[in-house]
């Protein structure tokens, strides 16, 4: 499986190597022009000799350096600054690019394996503890004896509810009797305020 891996990822890096490629040369970053430096401290009218070009005036070559074609190598030092900052530049963007694809594919691809590892886990322990639970009738047993010991602790029984339902009603009763005892000693306490009066 990891070969499978490093296969698709080196064609990867090919189409992609490829293809910016293709976008270089339709965008012609490299664009090679025929350059003659002169210094013009250094250049008399008596003597003029700058890689294979001859000229007899200075006036030729400021019409030259002018149009752009001669170049002073402060102006040249400078062109080439500036191309490979751009390119720098641009390394450093695609370092980021890629930076950012690895930390998603490694974040996604480890958040897989850990789910896959995770859901076989679950299922061994899962199959493993059905077979020790097949296995093991002292197991169900205790499992069962358990649980109805703490329900008996919890539940009421039909003798418990005869019972409270016997208090209940003796209570009632009781209630009852108290209150009709009550009114009695109500009539009897108005019975002899009258008398008083």
Known sequence: MKGSHILSGFIGALILILVLFAIMVW????????????????????????NSLTCSHISVLRDLENKGVLLTPQEYTSHISSYYSTLVAFLIGLFVMFTIGSIYGIRVTSRREIEETRDRMKEELKSSLAEELKDSKSFYENIISD???????????????????????????????????????????????????
């Open 27 to 50: 965008i012609k970053p490299f664009n090679y022009q025929a350059f003659y430096i002169v210094n013009p401290e250094v250049v008399t009218s008596d003597s003029l000799k700058t």
């Open 147 to 197: 649980i109805l010991g703490r329900l008996e602790d919890d539940l009421i029984t039909k003798a418990d509810k005869e019972l409270i339902d016997k208090n209940i009603d003796d209570i009632t009763h009781r209630q009852i009797d108290l209150e009709e005892n009550i009114n009695l000693l109500f009539d009897a306490v108005d019975s002899k305020s009258e008398i008083m009066e």
